[in-house]
Nanobody
Framework: QVQLVESGGGLVQAGGSLRLSCAASGRTFSTYSMGWFRQAPGKEREFVAAISGSGSGGWINYADSVRGRFTISRDNAKNTVYLQMNSLKPEDTAVYYC???????????WGQGTQVTVSS
């Protein structure tokens, strides 16, 4: 089992930046692809970004809404995945969750979420 803990959320003005972190337990972190998702009030959870177990040497995917502004990365030595968010917009306001998948797209484990609020 994998436990995930997100951190780094907060309040930021539009145009600003935040870096989210997701720390994972266990010794098999590199065997999981990792994803970031978000859920805004009154909306369904949506995909943000994902990265293969090997990191940038494998594959990375982004939602169209964040491509070019957000960067996902991971450090397998630290069991941590990151989401660097630049040029933030008010519509990026949401609770952000990280998740782990053994098979691509099949996310088994989820963190508790971290709130990101972007003021206009």
């Amino acid at each position: 089992q994998v436990q995930l803990v997100e951190s780094g959320g907060g309040l930021v003005q539009a145009g600003g930046s935040l870096r989210l972190s997701c720390a994972a337990s266990g010794r098999t972190f590199s065997t999981y692809s990792m994803g970031w998702f978000r859920q805004a009030p009154g909306k369904e959870r949506e995909f943000v970004a994902a990265i293969s177990g090997s990191g940038s040497g494998g594959w990375i995917n982004y939602a169209d809404s964040v491509r070019g502004r957000f960067t996902i990365s991971r450090d397998n030595a630290k069991n941590t995945v990151y989401l660097q968010m630049n040029s933030l917009k008010p519509e990026d306001t949401a609770v952000y969750y990280c998740a782990a998948a053994r098979r691509v797209g099949a996310y088994l484990y989820w963190g508790q979420g971290t709130q990101v609020t972007v003021s206009s």
